[in-house]
């Protein structure tokens, strides 16, 4: 485990090595969301808001959706120290982000849908983000062979993980979903006839179907019935995701008008 970057790397400074990798993931997400907003045409100012919205969401309801982890409130720090120094959810942050932007949506009153510009960079950001997961975090339960990742004692007992066990790379699982899904984001799907600011939805979808699979070896704490509390949260999200996508498929909504098309097809022309 490398919980500052000079553990990882002595000359490099003492910095928090998750932090710098979800400030780095930050920066990249930046520069995809601006070459998206371009080749798309956005020129409404008022899409800087909607970046700040989603950037405040997600940064406190990421600490706020790990805060009541106890029924007992002693338990749980309190909600300056839980905003300042609790453990954040990649989860609770995508639905902090999800709610930002829509409150800066009606606060600035900007009209249109700004789903396919964050996508791509939503995938690439949680790429990197998880990079610093996997460099400071307990990787995941035990796989029973001999194949997995294997902790010293003092790795183990930082991340509260069973020494010289080999354990599921359960971070590589999900770079490796996240890095796959950016490639078709980028590659094929921001190119299809899909309506405004579905691909958001179809992403949030299969990393919701990803994650609580993936639940199963990450070795969170079992909350209730064998299951992890982002599983309980994904067993009620998942079927309202797929509810959403097949009422869109139903009334026809799902794929953009032929107008729309064309005029994505401009756009594509003119950046070739």
């Known amino acids: 485990m490398f919980p500052t970057l000079s553990d990882l790397v002595p000359w490099l400074p003492p910095l928090d090595t998750h932090s710098v990798l979800v400030a780095l993931g930050v920066g990249a997400a930046g520069a995809v969301f601006v070459v998206e907003k371009r080749r798309r045409g956005v020129r409404d100012h008022r899409i800087a808001y909607l970046v700040l919205g989603a950037l405040v969401g997600a940064a406190v309801l990421s600490r706020l959706g790990t805060w009541a982890q106890h029924l007992d409130p ?158 309980l949260f994904l067993l009620v999200t998942i079927p309202l995701l797929a509810a959403r996508m097949i009422w869109m498929l139903r009334t026809g909504r799902f794929r953009a008008d032929d107008d729309a098309v064309n005029e994505r097809r401009v756009r594509d022309e003119q950046h070739a």
Not at 97 to 115: F, I, N, T
Request: proline share 5%; net charge positive; charged share 15%.
């Open 74 to 231: 002693s338990q749980n720090l309190s909600l300056v120290d839980q905003l300042l120094r609790g453990n954040a959810s990649m989860l609770s942050a995508l639905v902090g982000a999800w709610l930002g932007v829509h409150v800066a949506k009606r606060l600035c009153r900007y009209p249109g849908r700004s789903g396919d510009l964050f996508a791509p960079a939503v995938a690439l950001a949680m790429a990197i983000g998880r990079v610093g997961c996997l460099l400071t975090e307990q990787p995941g339960t035990p796989t029973g062979t001999s194949w997995g990742i294997v902790l010293d004692a003092d790795a183990a007992a930082r991340t509260g993980s069973p020494a010289g066990v080999a354990l599921h790379p359960s971070f590589v699982y999900e770079i490796a979903f996240h890095l796959a899904a950016f490639a078709v984001l980028w590659f094929w799907l921001r190119h299809r006839p899909i309506a405004a600011g579905e691909t958001l939805t179809l992403y949030i979808a299969a990393y919701a179907v990803f994650r609580f699979a993936v639940e199963f070896v990450r070795g969170n704490e079992v909350a209730w019935m064998g299951l992890t509390r982002p599983q």
